[in-house]
C-alpha cells in the first residue's frame, strides 16, 4: 500500500475577495472550483489549481471570517511548499514578488532545494522549490498573466512542525509507508534540520519535510493557517485498504466521505494534524466543463435543493 502524493492542502482564510485577487492574480492559479464548505454551508470553500483542476495542484481555503489570526507553533502544518521550474522561475517569482509587495525571504539554497519562501496577506507560510524540471502531470494555467515556463506547477510537498519527531516517525514511516530520505539545513534556523519523508518514490510532488520543535508554543489554527493536508490515492478501492488497515489497528478515522469531487478519510496523526486520504477521481469537471470552471457557484447533488438558502448567506465574490 501507497500513497502516492499530495492531493491538496486546505487552510483558512478570513478574507473570501482579498485571497481569491491574491492566489489568481498574483499567485497565478486558476479558481477550479467555488463551492461551499460541505460541514458549514455558511463558509465559501474555493479551489486554486492548474488549469485542468489537477490532483496535486489544489489549494484550498475555507472562508472563516470570524476565525482569529493563526498563532504559528509546534504541532501544525507550517509550510505549504509548490513546485516552479528551474532557477529562471525563482528568479521571476523574486521579481513578482516585490513588485505586488508581498514578503518575501529571497532565494535561498537548502541542501539540495532552491528555493523562495514567502507569505501569503494573511500572514500563511508558502514556499516555491525548483523541482529541476522533472515530470508534471497537470498543465499548467497560461490565463493570470504568468509566462508558463514559470507557472507554478502544483505542489512539491508540506512542511510539518511537531514537538517530538520519535512520536510522528513511526506513523509517517511504518504506517502510511513513508521512507526517510534526505535531510537538509533549515533556512529559517528555528532548528538545525528539517527532515525529508518521501511516498511512491519521493521528489516533487511526494515528499513532507518535518522539524522537531520541542521547546515551542503549540499553534492555534486560525486565518492563515493550513486546516489539513491530503494524500493522493487512485481510487475507492484502494481507499477502502486504507480504511481497513486503520480499523485494524484502531486509528480513529471518519470513515469514507463522499464529498461528490473526490472521496475522502479523515484522521488525525496529532491534536494539531489532521490528515486526509482522498482519491483522485471523479474530479472538478463532475458538474461543470472544464472551460469554465469556477466561474458559479457549484453545489454537490446534495445541497442543491438548498441553493437559494446557502447562496443568500454568501457574499459575492
Known sequence: ???????????????????????????????????????????????????????????????????????????????????????AALEYWLERLIAHNVQHHGIETAGAYSMLRFDDPEGQRLTLIDDAGTSFHGEVWDGAGVPVEYAVRGFYGVTLSVPRLSQLEPILTQLLGFERVAEYPNPDQTVETVG???????????????????????????????HHVAFRLTDSAEQEEWLDLLQRIG??????????????????????????????????????????????????PFLEPHREEIEAGLKPL
Do not use: C
Open 196 to 226: 525529508v519523508y518521501a511516498m511512491d518514490g519521493g521528489g516533487a510532488g511526494k515528499e513532507v519535510h518535518v522539524i522537531e520543535q520541542p521547546n515551542a508554543p503549540y499553534a492555534r489554527l486560525g486565518r492563515g493557517g493550513v
Open 251 to 300: 486509528v480513529p478515522n471518519s470513515g469514507v466521505v463522499d464529498r461528490f469531487y473526490f472521496k475522502s478519510l479523515y484522521f488525525r496523526i496529532s491534536q494539531g494534524i489532521l490528515f486526509e486520504l482522498a482519491t483522485d477521481e471523479p474530479g472538478f469537471t463532475a458538474d461543470e466543463p472544464l472551460e469554465t470552471l469556477g466561474q458559479h457557484l457549484a453545489l454537490p
Open 1 to 87: 500500500m501507497q500513497l502516492h502524493g499530495i492531493h491538496h492542502v486546505t487552510a483558512v482564510t478570513g478574507n473570501a475577495k482579498a485571497n481569491l485577487d491574491f492566489y489568481t492574480q498574483v499567485l497565478g492559479l486558476r479558481l477550479v472550483k467555488k463551492t461551499v464548505n460541505q460541514d458549514d454551508v455558511s463558509a465559501y470553500h474555493l479551489f486554486y489549481a492548474d488549469k485542468l483542476g489537477s490532483p496535486g495542484t489544489d489549494m484550498t481555503f475555507f472562508d472563516w471570517p470570524r476565525t482569529p489570526t493563526n498563532y504559528r507553533g509546534t504541532d501544525s502544518i507550517a509550510n505549504t511548499l509548490f513546485r516552479v521550474k528551474g532557477r
